[in-house]
C-alpha cells in the first residue's frame, strides 16, 4: 500500500466526522434523505464521497473500529486511491498509525478457497494533514503493523490438512532468512534429552513430529532483552478428552499465540527496534491414537514439576510449561507469553478482549496502559491465592485443570506460574488470547476470522518502553 500526503486527484473521498457535527458539509439534502445522525457511516456514490460518524468518546480502538468498518463498504468499488481526512487523537505519532492501519487491515480477506476471489483495488491512501516526522513514522508503522499482522492471520486462517508443525519450521526459517535472523529448531530427540516430557506428551499421537522453534532478533546495542513465548498448536481435537464436535470447528486458531510471535519478530525486524528479542514457538498436535496421553498421566516437565493430568484437553498449558522453561534459560528482562489459552477467557472478557495476568502489577498496569494506542482490547486478571488451591493436585506437583468451573482464565496462568522460577516471577506476563485471536464475524477493521491478536499491542508496549528509556 502507498500512502502520499495532501494528493487531490483520488477516486474516493473519506470524511470523518467527530460530535455529530455535519454543519461544515453542503450535503445536507443527502444527510437528510438518509436520516443521517452523523454515526456510523453512508457513501454518497455521485460525489464519491464516504462520510464516517465516529464515536462521542473517542479511544484509539473506536477510531480504528469506526474507521475500518467504514471502508469495508467501499472496498469492493472499483477504485485505486482515497482521500482520508486526519484527526489527532492525542498524540499525531500513534493517530497516523490508527489511519494506516485501520485503512489497510479493512481491506484484508482470506479467501484463498474461493474459486473466484475478489480482492480491493485500493492501492493508495492520500492523509490530508501536514506531513512531519511523528505523522511520517506513524504511517510506517502503521504500514508494517498491517504488513505483519497480515502474514499471521494467514497463517491462523490456515487449514488443518496443510499447516502442521513442519510449516511452522517453513515459516520460521523464512523469516530468519529474509530478516537475517538466528533461527533453531528443535524436534522430538532434543525435547526428549531436555525433559520437555509434557511438550512431548500432547504430541505424542500426531503423525508429525513436535517442533520446538527459537528465532532471535540481535540488534547492536540492545537495551533490553525480551522474549516471546507462543502456544502453536496447529489443531486441537482435545485428544481422548475429545471435544464436542460444534468446539472443535475454528481450533485450527489454536496455534494464534505462535503465529503473533513471528509477526512480532518480523514487525520488530522491520522497525529495527532497539531490543534484543527472542521468539520461542511450541508446535505441537492434539490428536487420538494408541500412542495419546490419557487423563490420570503424571508428566514431568523440564522444570522438574509433575502434572497430574485431568484433562488432555487442557493441552497448551503443558506446551507452554516446558517452552517457557527453556524461555528462562535465556535469562531475559522481560517474559511474555501468548495463548488462546481458554475459552473461560472468553466467558469471562467477551471475544474482544485479552486478558494479562502476571505476578508483577505495575508490569500488568503498565501494559495495560500501553496497548490502548494499538487499539487492541486488554483487560488485567488478578492472581489470588484462593484460585491457587484449585489446581492442587494429590498425586503430583500440580493438576492441569482445577477444581472449579469459575475462574478458569485465572488458574490456567497460575498453573503456568509455577513453571516460573522466583527470579523472573516480575518480569513474566501471561496474555490470554483466546477471544479476539479467531472470530466468526466481521467486527470493526476485521474480517471474519483471525485477528493477529498480540502482535500490535506487543510492539507498541515496546516502542512505549523505549520512549520512556530515553
Known amino acids: 500500500m502507498k500512502v502520499v500526503f495532501n494528493e487531490k486527484n483520488t477516486d474516493f473521498k473519506v470524511c470523518l466526522i467527530q460530535n455529530k457535527d455535519l454543519s461544515r458539509f453542503d450535503d445536507k439534502e443527502f444527510f437528510e434523505i438518509n436520516d443521517y445522525k452523523g454515526v ?13 460518524g465516529l464515536n462521542d ?26 482521500s482520508l481526512e486526519f484527526i489527532n487523537l492525542g498524540c499525531e505519532f500513534y493517530s497516523a498509525y490508527a489511519h494506516i492501519y485501520a485503512v489497510i487491515s479493512s481491506l484484508y480477506e482470506f479467501n484463498k478457497y474461493h474459486k473466484e476471489p475478489k480482492n480491493s483495488k485500493i492501492e ?23 504488513n505483519a499482522c497480515e502474514d499471521v492471520k494467514n497463517i491462523v486462517n490456515e487449514i488443518p490438512s496443510t499447516y502442521n508443525q513442519l510449516s511452522f519450521e517453513k515459516d520460521a526459517l523464512k523469516l530468519a532468512k529474509e530478516f537475517d535472523l538466528e533461527c533453531n529448531v528443535y524436534s522430538d530427540d532434543y525435547l526428549q ?37 507462543g502456544k502453536g498448536l496447529v489443531y486441537d481435537t482435545g485428544g481422548l ?51 495419546s496421553y490419557m487423563p490420570d498421566d503424571v508428566l514431568i516437565s523440564r522444570e522438574g514439576v509433575s502434572i497430574e493430568v485431568r484433562n488432555t484437553d487442557a493441552e497448551g498449558r503443558l506446551v507452554l510449561a516446558d517452552c517457557l522453561s527453556f524461555a528462562q534459560d ?21 471475544e474482544y478482549t485479552s486478558g494479562i495476568m502476571g505476578y508483577n502489577e505495575d508490569l500488568q498496569n503498565e501494559f495495560y ?14 492472581f489470588n491465592p484462593h484460585i491457587k488451591e484449585l489446581i492442587k493436585s494429590k498425586i503430583a506437583d500440580v493438576s492441569n485443570t482445577g477444581s472449579s468451573r469459575y475462574g478458569g482464565a ?61
Open 124 to 146: 493508495l491512501i492520500s492523509l490530508e494533514t501536514q506531513q512531519n516526522d511523528d505523522i511520517q513514522q506513524g504511517v510506517e508503522l502503521g504500514k508494517v503493523l498491517a
Open 241 to 291: 478428552s475429545l471435544k464436542p464436535a460444534d468446539y472443535m470447528l475454528t481450533m485450527k486458531a489454536d496455534k494464534s499465540g505462535a503465529a503473533a510471535v513471528l509477526g512480532i519478530l518480523k514487525a520488530a525486524s522491520m522497525l529495527k527496534l532497539p531490543y534484543e528479542i527472542h521468539g520461542i514457538i511450541g508446535a505441537a498436535q492434539n490428536c487420538i491414537s494408541e500412542k
Open 410 to 470: 485465572i488458574s490456567a496462568g497460575m498453573f503456568l506460574g509455577e513453571f516460573i522460577r522466583k527470579e523472573y516471577k516480575d518480569k513474566w506476563l501471561h496474555l490470554d488470547i483466546a477471544g479476539p485471536a479467531y472470530v466468526e464475524k466481521v467486527w470493526g477493521e476485521n474480517a471474519y476470522g483471525a485477528s493477529a491478536a498480540g502482535v500490535r499491542m506487543n510492539i507498541i508496549n515496546l516502542l512505549r518502553m523505549a520512549r520512556s528509556a530515553k
Open 40 to 52: 456510523g457511516a453512508i457513501c454518497n456514490l455521485a460525489k464519491r464521497t464516504l462520510y464516517v
Open 369 to 382: 496502559n500501553n496497548s490502548k494506542r494499538s487499539g487492541e482490547y486488554t483487560c488485567v486478571l488478578h
Open 57 to 82: 468518546e473517542l479511544t484509539y480502538a473506536s477510531f480504528i473500529a469506526s474507521l475500518g468498518s467504514a471502508i469495508k463498504s467501499i472496498k469492493s468499488l472499483n477504485i485505486k486511491s482515497i
Open 193 to 229: 534429552k531436555e525433559g520437555m516430557n509434557a511438550f512431548l506428551a500432547v504430541n505424542r499421537a500426531s503423525s508429525y513430529p513436535a517442533k520446538l522453534i527459537h528465532l532471535a532478533y540481535k540488534p547492536q546495542n540492545a537495551i533490553k532483552k525480551i522474549v516471546y513465548v
Open 330 to 350: 535465556l535469562k531475559p528482562d522481560l517474559l511474555i507469553d501468548l495463548a488462546t489459552l481458554t475459552g473461560a477467557c472468553v466467558v469471562g472478557l467477551s
